[in-house]
């Protein structure tokens, strides 16, 4: 397959993604059928079936997709010869890749989401920002990090409703510095003069 035919695959893809996850966004998995999604997408059945088993296979591949978005936006962040590594580039690096899969964030946190997905999110970035943490806070004891990284992945998951309830038109930069003035200095962070 050329060049175009890649393009023509590609664009199909996002069609299916963007029908399915308006679908998703207004009623269960179970009550999708693949006739409603291609007609919404524009596509036939058979386009359907050349890509994906069901729609169960759908959702898997497009989560499986932001999971490894999210594994390489973190990659170069966690390496040993980072010695730059700040919460701050951790926290936008993880905002920017929502901000790519807005559609499934807000799917996902919404009435007819995967919440296992979510879940395993958090399990995903509970052991890379854990290890980062730790060499970041280098005096800290594993169980504060542990505490420390529960409290701020619920804050952050408060944020990020929010910043989809705006439409996102916050910069990923802007929001991932709010999200680190909240950790490190709490209520303080308001005071700012």
Not at 72 to 88: G, I, R, V, W
Not at 161 to 175: D, H, K, P, Q, Y
Request: aromatic share 10%; glycine share 8%; hydrophobic share 40%.
């Amino acid at each position: 397959m050329g060049k175009s035919g890649d393009q023509r695959t590609r664009m199909t893809k996002q069609f299916i993604r963007n029908a399915f996850m308006d679908l998703l966004s207004r009623k269960p998995i179970q009550s999708i059928s693949i006739r409603e999604l291609c007609g919404i997408a524009g596509i036939n059945r058979g386009t359907f079936y050349t890509h994906y088993k069901d729609i169960y296979d759908l959702l898997e591949q497009i989560e499986k997709e932001m999971t490894r978005e999210i594994e390489k936006a973190l990659e170069p962040l966690l390496s040993e010869e980072n010695k730059e590594l700040t919460p701050l580039k951790i926290t936008t690096e993880i905002f920017r890749c929502l901000k790519e899969n807005a559609d499934l964030c807000t799917v996902t946190l919404g009435d007819y989401g995967d919440k296992t997905f979510a879940v395993r999110l958090l399990s995903l970035g509970r052991e890379k920002c854990v290890e980062a943490y730790s060499r970041f806070f280098a005096l800290a004891t594993p169980k504060e990090i542990e505490y420390f990284y529960a409290f701020a992945s619920a804050g952050c998951i408060g944020l990020l409703e929010e910043w989809l309830r705006e439409g996102m038109v916050t910069e990923a930069e802007e929001i991932a510095a709010m999200a680190e003035d909240m950790m490190m200095y709490g209520v303080g962070c308001l005071k700012k003069g």
